[in-house]
C-alpha cells in the first residue's frame, strides 16, 4: 500500500491507472485505491509492486515517470550544536502531551514536522513523537530548564481559555502575554485546525523553570547575543506578524458577523476559479471563509463548471466573486468561454462581487497576456498606459500612476452618503513606500463613473489631494439596469477594491452584495 500525492492539486474524481510490465489497466476506486477524505491531494493505492507505475488522470507516456526517491529518513539523530547567539531547551524528558497524527483526523496534529526548524529567525527544537510514545509537548505541569540569555522565545499551542505561562529567571515569576502571540506554524489543508503560536519575553537573568497552564509548550529558545542586530530583526519580523494577525483577526470577526446572510445564500456563492492551475481554497479569501467557518456556504468552481451553462447559470448561483489578482479565467475549452460564462451570468441577473488582490481585476488571462476586460464586465478602471497598454479610459482627465507623485497629499474620503462601507475611518492616507518600511504597491488603478444611464454609480472611498483636485474611486458600487457594454441585465452589482485598504472593506462590500441579493430572493434576514 501506498500513498500519491501531488500537493495543492485535487486529485478526486480523477482516472487512476497502474502500468505494470508494459501493460496499462484502470483501477478501481474502493478496490484498487482509496481517495482520503481529509486530503484531496492524496489517494492510497493498494498492491503495488516495485517497478510499478501509477497514473492520475491523462497519462502521457511521452513524460518520464518520476523517480521514488527516499527524501527523509527517520531515526535518532545525533544532538545538533546550538546555532550560534541562541540557547535551545530539550523538553523530551519532561514532554507529557501526547497528540495524534492521524491524516483521517482533521482534529489531529497531521503535518506538524518535528526536530530543529526556524520560525522568524528563530531556530527551535521540538520533540520527535516516535522516541516519546507520541510525547511531543509539556502541558500542565512546570518543567525545569537552565537557558541563559536576554529575551525568550516559544512555540505554544492547544491554547484553553485563560491558559498561562509562567517562567521563573532570577528567581522571580514572569508571566508571557500569549494574547499576543502571533500563530508560527499551522495545520494544511486548512481542515487542520492546529496552530503553534510564537510568543516571547525580555529575560533579567538566565531561565530557571517554564509551567504551562491550559496550554501545551512546544519548544523554547532563548536569545544569547547582543541586544542589537540579530534580536531587533527578529523582534521586528514578530511585530510585522502580531499586526497581520490582529488585522486578519478583526477580518475573521467581521466575517463571522455575516453568518446569518452566508446561511440565507448557502449553497448560491461561487468563486471564479484561479486563473492557473492552483488549489483555489488555498487562496487568502478561502483561509478567511474557513476561519470563520463560513466556508461551507461558498462553492469554489472548477475550470469545467465555469463554461458549463447547465452549472453555472443564475438559478444555481446568485453571487460569483473575484477573489483573484490581476489574473483570470478567460478561455476554458474554447477561445473565450470564460468571458462567455460570467457575460451570461450577469445577463442573467447575477450579482458580481469583485474582491482582488491586485490592483487591476480582469488584466491578464490565464496565459499572461495582457487584455484588459475589467469593462467588459461592467467595472470601468483606468489603467496608467505603461509601455503603451491600452488600459486607458478614453477621455479621462485624470492619470493613473506607478508610483504616487510626492508633491501633493493623497487623503482616501468615505462617502458619507452611502452605508456599504462604514467600518473604515471618514479619511486616512495613500499608502506611501517608505525607506527601510515594508513594500508598498503604489500603483493607483481608479474606478470612475462613465456608467451614464445605463445604472447607477455609488462612490464608496474617493482620493483627492490636498487642493481638492479628485482622482477617482478605489471602491465604488455599481448597479446596471441596461448592462456593462451593451449587456441586458436584471441589474448586477460590482464592487471593486483597488487598493491595498484593510481587509475590513471586504466584508462591509460582501455584506451590500449578500443584502442585496438577499432582499431580490425574497424576505428580510
Known sequence: MANVTFPMFDLRGKPVYLKRGGEQRALQKGRDYDEMANRWDTIVVRGLRYGDTVGVGRMDEAVASLPCQVGRTQGPKPDLPAPEDFRLADLRLAANRALSFDWEDPGSFAGLESGRRNVFGVPFETV????????????????VVRLPGRHLFLLVGEQDEGARLTVTAGGKELAVDLSRAAPALQGWPPCFEWTLAMAELPLPAAVEA?????????AATTYTGAPQGKLGEILEVLKDRQEAVAAEARTVEQLTALRPLFE??????????????????GSAFARLLHRAKLIQHVSFLRAAQLADPDYFNTERFWIVIYASGEEYLQSVNAEGDGDQALQRFLKGGGTLLVLPTGPFPFYYNETGKVVVNAPKFGLP?????????????????????EKAPRDRVL??????????????????????????????????????????????????????????RNYGEGAAVIEY??????????????????????????TDAAQAGFVRVTREAGGGL
Not at 130 to 139: L, N, S
Not at 210 to 218: P, S
Not at 433 to 440: A, F, I, R
Not at 481 to 506: K, N, W, Y
Open 381 to 401: 478602471i483606468g489603467g496608467s498606459g505603461l509601455a503603451g497598454r491600452e488600459d486607458m479610459i478614453k477621455g479621462l482627465e485624470l492619470q493613473p500612476w
Open 128 to 143: 520527535t513523537p516516535d522516541f516519546t510514545g507520541g510525547k511531543v509537548g509539556v502541558r500542565d505541569q512546570r518543567v
Open 481 to 506: 439596469t441596461a448592462g456593462p457594454a451593451g449587456i441586458p441585465v436584471g441589474g448586477g452589482v460590482g464592487v471593486s477594491l483597488l487598493h491595498a485598504v484593510e481587509m475590513r472593506f471586504s
Open 411 to 468: 487623503t482616501f474620503h468615505r462617502n458619507p452618503d452611502q452605508q456599504i462601507v462604514t467600518s473604515l475611518p471618514e479619511s486616512f492616507p495613500f499608502p506611501l513606500q517608505e525607506e527601510g518600511g515594508p513594500t508598498v504597491d503604489e500603483r493607483w488603478r481608479p474606478i470612475v463613473n462613465v456608467v451614464g444611464d445605463s445604472g447607477r454609480y455609488v462612490p464608496l472611498l474617493t482620493l483627492m489631494d490636498d487642493q481638492g
Open 210 to 218: 517554564i509551567e504551562a497552564r491550559g496550554c501545551t509548550l512546544f
Open 264 to 281: 440565507r445564500l448557502s449553497g448560491h456563492i461561487a468563486v471564479l476559479p484561479p486563473a492557473r492551475n492552483t488549489n483555489p481554497r
